[in-house]
């Protein structure tokens, strides 16, 4: 018999990336959300500046996307993916390569990032080892990368503290550089002028491991969860070239940057470089249902309808795959999206915001800024001797103040909703500047 649980107790949940011991002594609960603002237990408002988790694109408790989510749950709750379908599986398909880059136009779905990049990896293994170069089993992912907490993703990540505790992981994989480069690039506006070079770094895996023996290079376009690294001029333009000449595959992650977050629907598109093969999730479903999706070129997919007829070309797929109320939520996501313009605000505010983050160079501890579209990086000097704990006592600090922003090391990330309007950005970004004082 389980014991009767105590309302209100906060034993049984093990929270995922949390200080759990020092969360429980001082909790922060969300209770409600509408547009920008939360409200939590103690009936504040709070302005949201990085969109719940980088995924609310469109804001809170859209309506388009709550009644589709309800009359969805009331008409068909659930329908088996495999060798089954349901009509809004093929209907969001056909609305998701409207938007993707040309080329981009068959959509597997999973349902979180993490499972998009693992859908990813193992779609590049195949497609090599049915085309007849089964050697191509190295997967190249780059310093500081973040690609989700599951096998494959740590393992092409490159954030020690999501890929140190957990063994040896996969093996046959490599990085390469991260791009940051403070000392040529602090306080870019936009994408920083130099490191374009860093891209051949790749030249020197392959000069290491020979090219037939890599199946694909998988880098975020702007790195987020490491702390918002905006990709060099040309740098991806450069890596797509050399990715070209040795026929390796490039991924791009853009579980952040996809659905409008750096002034285009995808980051591929901000950047005018197509990749392959291409994940998203989070503003997919503006995060009210989990779902991710893979987006692969036409010819990898004719790669994989190669053999008969009858057999299953790919031996994967989830339970949950193309959900029917995760589809639903994607649905009345992109009308929202549509009706509001909201995939291209983040370019006509993208000014705005770049200089209202930039204001902050002259706050306390701060050694750098970085921003794109409705994205901003504000980097602290860490407190000696004890890393991140100066832009968490920030973060707490905005908290009380009633304003969400997000941490890591000791960056402050800055992602709010594309709906944000210009007094929301400057009251975020004096909330912050005075947070930075009373740290100082
Ligand atoms: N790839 C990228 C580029 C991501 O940003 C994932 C994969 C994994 O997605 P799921 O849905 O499995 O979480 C992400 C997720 C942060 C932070 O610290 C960023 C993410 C998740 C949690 C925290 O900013 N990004
Ligand atoms: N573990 C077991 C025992 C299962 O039966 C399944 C799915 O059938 C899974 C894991 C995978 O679950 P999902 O398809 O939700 O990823």
Same mark, same amino acid.
């Given at each position: 018999?389980?014991?009767?649980?105590?309302?209100?107790?906060?034993?049984?949940?093990?929270?995922?990336?949390?200080?759990?011991?020092?969360?429980?002594?001082?909790?922060?609960?969300l209770?409600?959300a509408?547009?920008?603002?939360?409200?939590?237990?103690?009936?504040?408002?709070?302005l949201?500046?990085?969109?719940?988790?980088?995924?609310?694109?469109?804001?809170h408790?859209?309506?388009?996307?709550?009644?589709?989510?309800?009359?969805?749950?009331?008409?068909?709750?659930?329908?088996?993916? $495999?060798?089954?379908?349901?009509?809004?599986?093929?209907?969001l398909?056909?609305?998701?390569?409207?938007l993707?880059?040309a080329?981009?136009?068959?959509v597997?779905?999973?349902?979180?990032?993490?499972?998009?990049?693992?859908?990813?990896l193992?779609?590049?293994?195949?497609?090599?080892?049915?085309?007849?170069?089964?050697?191509?089993?190295?997967?190249?992912g780059?310093?500081?990368?973040?690609h989700?907490?599951?096998?494959?993703?740590?393992?092409?990540?490159?954030?020690?503290?999501?890929?140190?505790?957990?063994?040896?992981?996969?093996?046959g994989?490599?990085?390469?550089?991260?791009?940051?480069?403070?000392?040529?690039?602090a $306080?870019?506006?936009?994408?920083?002028?130099?490191?374009?070079?860093?891209?051949?770094?790749?030249?020197?895996?392959?000069?290491?491991?020979?090219?037939?023996?890599?199946?694909?290079?998988?880098?975020?376009?702007?790195?987020g969860?490491?702390?918002v690294?905006?990709?060099?001029?040309?740098?991806?333009?450069?890596?797509r070239?050399?990715?070209?000449?040795?026929?390796i595959?490039?991924?791009?992650d853009?579980?952040?940057t996809?659905?409008?977050?750096t002034?285009?629907?995808f980051?591929a598109?901000? $950047?005018?470089?197509t990749?392959?093969?291409?994940?998203?999730?989070?503003?997919?479903?503006?995060g009210c249902?989990p779902?991710?999706?893979?987006?692969?070129k036409?010819?990898?997919?004719?790669?994989?309808m190669?053999?008969?007829?009858?057999?299953?070309?790919?031996?994967?797929?989830?339970?949950?795959?193309?959900?029917?109320?995760?589809?639903?939520?994607?649905?009345?996501?992109?009308?929202?999206?549509?009706?509001?313009?909201?995939?291209?605000?983040?370019?006509?505010?993208q000014?705005?915001?770049a200089?209202?983050?930039?204001s902050l160079?002259?706050?306390?501890n701060?050694?750098?800024?970085?921003?794109?579209?409705?994205?901003?990086?504000?980097?602290?000097?860490p407190?000696p001797?004890?890393?991140?704990?100066?832009? $968490?006592?920030?973060f707490?600090?905005?908290?009380d103040?009633?304003?969400?922003?997000?941490?890591?090391?000791?960056?402050?990330?800055?992602?709010?909703?594309?709906?944000?309007?210009r007094?929301?950005?400057?009251?975020?970004?004096?909330?912050?500047?005075?947070?930075?004082?009373?740290?100082?």
């Open positions: 018999m389980s014991q009767s649980t105590t309302p209100g107790a906060m034993d049984a949940y093990w929270m995922p990336f949390t200080a759990n011991r020092q969360f429980k002594k001082a909790p922060r609960v209770t409600r509408e547009g920008m603002y939360f409200r939590d237990d103690k009936n504040r408002q709070i949201d500046g990085v969109a719940g988790l980088w995924c609310v694109n469109a804001g408790n859209r309506s388009h996307i709550v009644r589709a989510i309800q009359e969805q749950a009331a008409e068909l709750d659930y329908a088996p993916p $495999f060798q089954m379908a349901h009509p809004k599986a093929f209907e398909a056909e609305k998701l390569v409207e993707t880059p080329g981009l136009n068959k597997f779905y999973t349902n979180s990032g993490s499972e998009s990049v693992e859908t990813a193992k779609m590049a293994l195949a497609y090599h080892r049915i085309r007849g170069e089964g050697s191509r089993t190295r997967l190249i780059r310093e500081r990368g973040y989700g907490v599951n096998f494959g993703g740590i393992s092409v990540g490159g954030m020690v503290a999501n890929r140190k505790m957990f063994g040896t992981m996969l093996s994989v490599d990085h390469i550089r991260h791009t940051h480069d403070a000392a040529r690039n $306080f870019s506006v936009g994408q920083p002028a130099h490191g374009a070079d860093l891209a051949e770094d790749l030249e020197r895996l392959v000069a290491l491991h020979d090219a037939s023996t890599i199946a694909a290079v998988i880098v975020e376009p702007v790195a969860s490491t702390g690294l905006i990709p060099p001029q040309g740098y991806l333009q450069r890596l070239e050399i990715c070209d000449k040795h026929g595959l490039l991924i791009f853009e579980i952040i996809g659905f409008g977050r002034g285009q629907p980051a598109q901000t $950047f005018g470089v990749p392959d093969i291409m994940t998203v999730a989070k503003g997919l479903t503006n249902v779902m991710g999706a893979v987006f692969a036409q010819s990898i997919y004719d790669t994989f190669s053999g008969p007829e009858h057999l299953i070309e790919f031996f994967h797929g989830y339970t949950y795959s193309a959900h029917p109320l995760a589809c639903a939520a994607a649905l009345g996501t992109l009308q929202t999206y549509a009706e509001e313009n909201l995939l291209t605000r983040a370019s006509e505010l000014g705005y915001f200089e209202a983050v930039h160079r002259d706050a306390p701060v050694i750098d800024v970085r921003n794109i579209g409705l994205v901003g990086g504000i980097e602290l000097a407190l001797g004890e890393p991140a704990k100066r832009a $968490f006592n920030v707490l600090d905005c908290y103040k009633g304003v969400l922003i997000r941490t890591t090391g000791d960056t402050i990330a800055l992602s709010p909703p594309l709906i944000v309007e007094e929301q950005i400057d009251h975020i970004v004096d909330t912050l500047r005075a947070a930075l004082k009373r740290a100082a």
